[in-house]
């Protein structure tokens, strides 16, 4: 690989490292809220490992309380006194919701793990008032009754609540809605939440290539879309439903369904710059991605499903692709953060361990900070051919560059199954030292750390060599691997 330290992209946002919750599973409750009077180490009920482990990658933003369960959330229903909060039907996910973790709770995890929260507003089963009355009590700051109460729950200085997204997956779980339905819905919410706030960013619901079209078509008055600060999509990669097997053509399957993430960046930034006004450009918010295998992760199994080598794998690809694209992509949270989907750690009553996809995580963060820089990458070719009819790269790679020009972070992925790659990494017209790395990988696709062996998938540093200004190395077959080096 080649870097060009003279063709930088965009920053690499903090928020590119970002997170999402749901009240799903155990993903809330176990994952992260235990409890004050457990067994299990906590710190104001919730679970220390998940505190400790997710400080250690810094999650930039937290994402909460859903997913489709956030167009059923009524805010209401977790403040005050934890003994008189009602019980309710989780109706997306099955079971009975304790409201225990609400709003002060969430805020309270954010602060510990020095996230910056992001709340998903109710918009199926809500109204304008009720989001307001929200915002209001997490982010006034004047004496009116709700900011009263706020402080009478034990918040006295206000909460600081970043982003706010209008509803969730409208289109689908969120009131299957059209896009100028939802569009109608979104100008509403937007008059009246930006007049109580207009500090914060408001997230609208994005979704394929039509429905962003006509979305922003139908928001357009004059020549620029007017309050609308970021757009969300998702993307899950679930091999059109069939059940796992981990064999390599699965894991090809998977690694070129990844490659979408990049036609839908492609997509809706093409959309976004034909309605947005350029001084005012719209971020691309991509709140919920990752692996979902529909057989194992079902609502009756709380959405669980292993996360092994393999995930890390696809992690890794993303990330690379949301590094090329930091011109465009604001923020991603990868779902879901804690026992849900492809999850950094997983939790079984007083035993908890993290999984492969965490030391991307904690590897990638070379790259925060950093100037995203173009690459050209050579590598041998997969056996499988993506969303263009192009058959993928065996190396998926990014690269960036601290601002003054000082410090290059490389992230390198051998996807092949079981070939080892020789790597090699370049800085056009620059020199590299201090060279140092660390390595990701495992026995099989299927390796996977556990209560037994909660280290068995761990970086280890890595070996590299350096000459002619060239960073040469070895990647085994299904690895990442992240290098920094100073650079003159
Ligand atoms: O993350 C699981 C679900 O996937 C979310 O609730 C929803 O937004 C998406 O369809």
Redesign the pocket.
């Known amino acids: 690989m080649i870097a060009n330290p003279k063709t930088r992209i965009a920053q690499i946002n903090p928020e590119h490292y970002s997170h999402?919750i749901?009240h799903?599973g155990d993903c809330v409750y176990d994952g992260i809220w235990v409890g004050p009077s457990t067994p299990v180490d906590h710190t104001d009920g919730i679970r220390q490992f998940t505190i400790d482990a997710l400080r250690d990658v810094g999650p930039a933003v937290m994402r909460w309380p859903?997913?489709?369960?956030a167009d059923q959330y009524h805010w209401r229903d977790g403040i005050g006194d934890p003994e008189s909060r009602p019980s309710t039907q989780n109706i997306?996910w099955g079971g009975i919701e304790p409201n225990r973790f609400g709003t002060h709770e969430f805020v309270g995890f954010c602060q510990k793990i020095r996230a910056t929260p992001y709340i998903c507003g109710n918009v199926g089963t809500g109204s304008p008032q009720e989001m307001m009355d929200w915002l209001e009590y997490c982010n006034g700051n004047d004496d009116s009754t709700l900011v009263e109460e706020r402080r009478a729950n034990d918040a006295l200085e206000p909460m600081n609540i970043k982003y706010w997204g209008v509803g969730?997956?409208s289109w689908?779980?969120g009131g299957h809605m059209q896009p100028h339905e939802y569009a109608a819905l979104f100008r509403n919410y937007h008059t009246y939440l930006s007049r109580m706030d207009a500090n914060v960013q408001f997230v609208a619901v994005g979704h394929d290539a039509t429905w962003n079209r006509d979305l922003l078509r139908a928001l357009q008055r004059g020549t620029a879309v007017p309050n609308l600060q970021a757009l969300s999509i998702?993307r899950?990669f679930s091999r059109d439903r069939k059940a796992f097997v981990y064999d390599e053509a699965e894991h090809l399957d998977l690694v070129a369904e990844a490659h979408l993430l990049e036609q839908d960046i492609a997509q809706a930034d093409g959309t976004l710059k034909n309605y947005e006004d350029p001084a005012h450009p719209i971020g691309l918010i991509i709140d919920?991605w990752g692996v979902w295998d529909k057989e194992k992760a079902t609502p009756e199994h709380g959405?669980r499903q292993p996360n092994c080598l393999r995930e890390a794998i696809i992690a890794a690809s993303c990330l690379d692709i949301f590094t090329a694209r930091a011109d465009r992509v604001t923020m991603t949270n990868i779902?879901?953060t804690v026992n849900?989907?492809q999850c950094l750690i997983e939790t079984r009553g007083a035993e908890a361990w993290v999984t492969p996809t965490y030391h991307v995580y904690d590897l990638y963060q070379d790259h925060i900070g950093h100037d995203a820089i173009a690459t050209h990458v050579s590598s041998p070719t997969l056996d499988v051919l993506d969303f263009r009819q192009s058959p993928v790269h065996q190396l998926s790679a990014a690269a960036s560059l601290s601002s003054d020009g000082t410090r290059a972070t490389f992230s390198v992925t051998n996807r092949h199954f079981s070939e080892t790659l020789g790597c090699s990494l370049n800085i056009h017209d620059g020199n590299m030292g201090d060279v140092e790395g660390r390595l990701l990988t495992g026995t099989d696709a299927r390796a996977e750390n556990s209560p037994a062996n909660p280290t068995c998938v761990t970086p280890i540093p890595l070996d590299v060599e350096t000459s002619d200004n060239t960073v040469r190395l070895d990647l085994p077959p299904l690895s990442v691997a992240v290098v920094t080096a100073s650079v003159s």
């Open positions: 999402f749901e799903l859903g997913g489709c369960f997306f969730n997956e689908g779980c998702h899950y919920e959405l779902a879901q849900v989907l």
